[in-house]
């Protein structure tokens, strides 16, 4: 039922080496949302957009750059992958900026990624 | 700025006892949403329940109840009868009111629950 998926599910990097991530998603929500978990953080917001070419910074924003050129894609950029960037690596997707509609929001799958 | 605190780290439990996962939260918005996710050992992010700020009645759902208590700033969780499935790290989170650009969902660190044979 996925209406949204990440891509890749996993990945290994070598450090220094630029890594793009994508979410797509069919349901034309208007938010999308890149978190990243690691343990004893929860999720921390990286980057959103809250529309076609807006964006905006999360809370852990800095090595990270997104892009958002149509609705259904919503691209997360490591331009200079490091170690402290091994992490899993969430979208989401809301119609409403609050959660406030439906289910609120919708996570991706997940890309593991891991720096070395 | 808003913040979610989820005390408990770990939690072990043998089946059939009850648990409850704590949940407090912070924020200077009048108007907000609660929610409670789960993240089973497959990684996926399950949505259980979103609350509003100004809905502060309680909600049962078969094994799963939610207590939210604006007064201390809680949204306990409740599974009542743990069964083995109900292993899975459970998250809290708030979102702000307003249909902004900047609005979002913010996490607790999660609660990781065992639940034993």
């Known amino acids: 039922d996925a209406g949204i998926t990440q891509s890749p599910r996993h990945k290994v990097t070598e450090t220094g080496t630029p890594v793009t991530l994508r979410c797509h998603q069919t349901e034309n929500h208007r938010y999308m949302y890149w978190y990243r978990q690691d343990p004893g953080h929860g999720l921390r917001l990286i980057h959103y957009?809250?529309?076609?070419?807006?964006?905006d910074k999360g809370e852990v924003s800095d090595g990270y750059s997104v892009s958002r050129s149509k609705t259904e894609d919503f691209l997360l950029t490591l331009e200079s992958a490091t170690s402290s960037q091994t992490s899993v690596y969430f979208c989401?997707?809301?119609?409403?900026?609050?959660?406030?509609?439906?289910?609120?929001?919708?996570f991706g799958s997940g890309t593991r990624l891991t720096v070395v | 700025a808003q913040k979610v605190t989820q005390a408990q780290t770990e939690i072990s439990v043998v089946e059939k006892e009850d648990v409850t996962l704590d949940c407090v939260y912070e924020?200077?918005?009048?108007?907000?949403?609660l929610f409670w996710y789960k993240q089973p050992p497959s990684g996926e992010l399950v949505f259980l329940i979103r609350?509003?700020?100004?809905?502060?009645q309680n909600e049962i759902s078969g094994r799963y109840s939610w207590n939210f208590q604006k007064s201390t700033s809680s949204f306990n969780f409740t599974i009542t009868a743990s069964q083995v499935v109900d292993s899975a790290v459970y998250f809290c989170?708030?979102?702000?009111?307003?249909?902004?650009?900047?609005?979002?969902?913010?996490f607790g660190e999660g609660t990781q629950l065992t639940v034993n044979p």
């Open positions: 989401a997707i809301s119609e409403s900026g609050t959660g406030r509609m439906n289910y609120g929001y919708t």
């Open positions: 609350r509003n700020s100004f809905d502060e």
């Open positions: 989170a708030l979102s702000e009111a307003e249909e902004t650009s900047g609005s979002r969902l913010t």
């Open positions: 957009s809250y529309g076609v070419k807006d964006t």
């Open positions: 924020t200077r918005d009048t108007t907000y949403y």
